[in-house]
């Protein structure tokens, strides 16, 4: 399975801006410039779609790796926060924290945190990114 977006950029990196599509259509010709990355501009930015998507993936990974343990959760919230910051190398993703609160009927902590756990380091986007990915879980009480 192969998935496919694109992005177009015309200046320099200060003064030019960017567009970014998804093959879905999710995304057409989304904005994204310096000031969106670095400041407080309107649109979006590379950092922020990598977020985006670990905290999507994350959250199928657990839903999978519940209903394999015979668990089905009523919600599951998932925030990510990427750090990005300059190093001595350049600009860098640093570190990934995913705060999560799920509702789980018949799940004790336990189980929940295992689940938890194992969502973290095999879901492909945790996979992909080479930086380090904390997480906080929570298990909250179901309506």
């Not at 001595?88 to 689940?115: N, Q, R, W, Y």
Request: contains cysteine; proline residues 2%; aromatic residues 6%.
């Amino acid at each position: 399975m192969k998935r496919k977006a694109s992005a177009h950029w015309a200046g320099g990196l200060k003064d030019g801006k960017g567009t970014v599509s998804t093959e879905s259509g999710i995304l057409e010709k989304t904005q994204y410039s310096f000031g969106t990355r670095f400041e407080d501009g309107k649109g979006t930015n590379p950092e922020e779609l990598i977020a985006a998507a670990h905290a999507g993936c994350f959250s199928m990974a657990l839903s999978n790796i519940l209903g394999e343990a015979g668990l089905k959760a009523d919600s599951i919230d998932t925030e990510a926060t990427l750090t990005f910051e300059k190093t001595d190398a350049g600009f860098t993703v640093t570190e990934i924290h995913l705060d999560l609160k799920a509702a789980i009927p018949g799940s004790d902590e336990a189980k929940f945190m295992e689940c938890a756990e194992k969502a973290k380091v095999g879901c492909p986007i945790s996979r992909l990114l080479n930086t380090k990915i904390t997480l906080t879980a929570k298990l909250v009480a179901t309506v």
